[in-house]
């Protein structure tokens, strides 16, 4: 088991082992122990764990010091990854479901893989869950290939921090507004339209 990542999903949440705690219904030191390795979690406790922090179980299974490489994310459900994302945004799906004026039902069929949502819904989805499009797409099923530049721009962004985001968007404002790079007018014409569909 990695135990690891408990305390670094933990941390990412800016979570308090107390408030995982309370969240698991057990004391902050069993949290603690769960952390160090000291004791497993039962069944029903990684469970629980991988819902509350946005995880899957098979990550919380993984081996000790084994890293997930990038092509894992292929494994998970479009629905697995709409379930992490909502609970990593702290939303329940009914919070969702309103933010996009539809019934937590069908955030829960999207969740249980009963329903796939189209291209269009899950850009809504990402959107109201202030998470990135790609973090979200069925990898297999992404409208843009893995050599896409825009997609490969977005995953370089991912890696690094807030700072390196910021220093990395006036890079790309810099030479957007390089004539050279620039795309023309009725380019622009042409995206709107088809975005506006």
């Avoid at 220093?167 to 088809?194: C, F, M, Q, S, W």
Wanted: charged share 35%; glycine share 6%.
């Amino acid at each position: 088991m990695n135990y690891e990542i408990i305390r670094e999903a933990r941390k990412s949440l800016h979570m308090t082992q107390a408030e995982l705690a309370d969240r698991l219904e057990v004391n902050r030191a069993t949290i603690s122990k769960y952390e160090t390795g000291e004791i497993p979690p039962s069944l029903k406790q990684f469970e629980k764990l991988a819902e509350v922090l946005g995880i899957p179980v098979e990550d919380l299974l993984r081996q000790e010091g084994r890293e997930m490489s990038i092509g894992e994310n292929i494994h998970k459900t479009p629905g697995q990854l709409i379930k992490a994302a909502r609970i990593k945004a702290g939303l329940t799906q009914k919070e969702l479901g309103e933010k996009m004026g539809l019934a937590y039902q069908t955030v829960a069929q999207w969740e249980n893989n009963l329903r796939k949502p189209k291209i269009e819904t899950l850009k809504r989805i990402a959107e109201a869950l202030g998470a990135d499009f790609y973090s979200l797409a069925d990898t297999e099923e992404s409208p843009r290939p893995a050599g896409d530049p825009l997609r490969r721009i977005t995953e370089a962004c991912e890696k690094l921090t807030d700072a390196g985001r910021e220093k990395a968007a006036e890079i790309v404002e810099i030479i957007a507004g390089n004539p050279e790079y620039r795309r023309k007018a009725e380019d622009d014409i042409t995206i709107i339209i088809l975005e506006g569909r």
